[in-house]
């Protein structure tokens, strides 16, 4: 069951969405818009065009019965029905065309919600088409980091942005984690829920030693100099085919100086490396590859969510919160989120957003990889969007607690993300647990 929202809130979101998306095109030339054919991007052109259609199909047309807003819309942005390879040869609708599609479809959604509370329904399909919106920014984000264009400017939004002091350094050690049972996943009442959450199911977790701050560039940088990239016996045997495969020899957005040391890319600009800050787009495989050279291990997706949930309920036991920290919104001295900081903050920073046993960045900076494939739980049903997580059931392993760049509206700890062990063009890096 969706907890109701109010419109104003609604639209709020969904004008919040759409500033960020138009920031994201803006700087990019005609050239840019569409980009070359690779199998982790869409070309942008078609992107925005999707995400405009997706709110027009499930909301206008499949609720109210609307007739279509754009001749051609469903032979061009049905990501299902049009295969990908083909999206950089489709005759889509040109820029100024699609955005005034776009702002033709927002219109009409604010004007169709009543004054005060939506409905249940209105509530759930305004909240996940935006989010739905919010994802493919994050994707139109990427994107402009795999292909090195002009760095984005966000500009803040309804959102506070408040002022605070970062804090550098590294934050090392192990949290020591008691473990117990507990329920894994969202339960009906927990408001807006994604399928692939439902429904809460209890687990057992042993007690266990868990990194209080993702894996450091600074650490990453050893298993690179130590040869981890050459010593086939730290990677597993589809690891090993891609690193073979793609010729790979250090994270992929790094480059060795002058004097030994290691530039990074962000966007168009190289910068020494940050030595404190999370390593981020590195994929499962080196993910692993590192546990293996470290003696170390990826937390189980059921460990990662205990150690960002539970929290002692002062009867000397344990119960379960949305957040690290309890119950709580993320707030900007919590969690590196929205984009605003323009990258990754030192593993030292946002201890307000501490778990209960000193685990810290649990929540924003980088995606974390957890060592479990995604599957779903037992009942699972897929809502209105059935494709949204079913296809991907066992073939992508899950990630974890959003990035810097995630809106943090629609993430909380119990939010399960999932990509294929190859990618590594998202803002992905991951903490470590002792061997059990």
């Not at 019965?65 to 819309?73: D, H, I, K, W």
């Not at 470290?294 to 309920?313: K, N, V």
């Not at 924003?364 to 009942?379: H, L, Q, R």
């Not at 494709?387 to 990035?403: A, D, I």
Request: contains cysteine; proline residues 6%.
């Amino acid at each position: 069951m969706t907890a109701q929202v109010s419109s104003d809130d609604l639209i709020s979101i969904l004008r919040s969405a759409r500033q960020r998306t138009l920031e994201l095109l803006d700087g990019l030339t005609d050239e840019q818009l569409v980009g070359p054919q690779l199998p982790i991007l869409n070309p942008t052109i078609w992107e925005i065009g999707h995400v405009a259609w997706f709110y027009e199909y499930f909301i206008l047309r499949q609720e109210d019965g609307r007739q279509p807003l754009l001749e051609r819309g469903d032979m061009l942005y049905d990501s299902i029905a049009v295969a990908h390879d083909t999206r950089w040869e489709l005759p889509v609708y040109p820029l100024d065309e699609m955005k005034d599609y776009m702002a033709t479809v927002l219109d009409t959604l604010v004007d169709r919600l009543d004054s005060g509370l939506a409905s249940e329904r209105d509530s759930y399909l305004y909240q996940f088409t935006a989010f739905h919106e919010d994802m493919h920014d994050e994707a139109f984000t990427w994107a402009r980091q795999t292909l090195a264009y002009p760095t984005p400017v966000f500009q803040p939004d309804r959102l506070t942005v408040a002022q605070r002091r970062a804090v550098t350094g590294a934050l090392d050690g192990d949290a020591d984690i008691p473990g117990g049972s507990f329920r894994l996943g969202s339960r009906p009442d927990d408001g807006f829920v994604f399928d692939n959450e439902k429904w809460a199911h209890d687990v057992v977790v042993a007690p266990f030693r868990m990194a209080r701050a993702p894996v450091t560039c600074r650490a990453f940088a050893e298993f690179v100099e130590d040869g981890g990239y050459t010593r086939d016996a730290l990677w597993s045997a589809d690891g090993l085919a891609w690193r073979r495969e793609t010729g790979a020899e250090h994270p992929v957005y790094w480059r060795s100086d002058a004097s030994g040391g290691w530039h990074v890319r962000l966007f168009d600009k190289w910068s020494d490396l940050a030595p404190d800050a999370p390593v981020v787009h590195v994929n499962w495989h080196e993910a692993n590859a590192y546990c293996q050279w470290a003696g170390r291990r990826l937390p189980s997706e059921a460990e990662w969510e205990f150690a960002a949930t539970m929290r002692p309920d002062g009867n000397r036991g344990l119960a379960k919160f949305d957040y690290p920290w309890g119950n709580d919104p993320v707030t900007p001295d919590r969690a590196n989120m929205d984009g605003f900081g323009m990258g990754c903050a030192d593993t030292a920073d946002y201890a307000a957003g501490d778990n209960a046993w000193g685990c810290r960045q649990l929540i924003g900076n980088v995606w974390e990889w957890t060592a479990d494939t995604f599957n779903p739980f037992d009942g699972f049903a897929p809502d209105d969007y059935k494709e949204y997580s079913q296809p991907l059931f066992g073939e992508t392993k899950v990630l974890r607690g959003g990035s810097w760049v995630t809106r943090s509206r629609y993430i909380n700890a119990k939010y399960r993300n999932y990509f294929p062990p190859d990618r590594l063009d998202i803002f992905a890096g991951f903490r470590t647990c002792a061997e059990l």
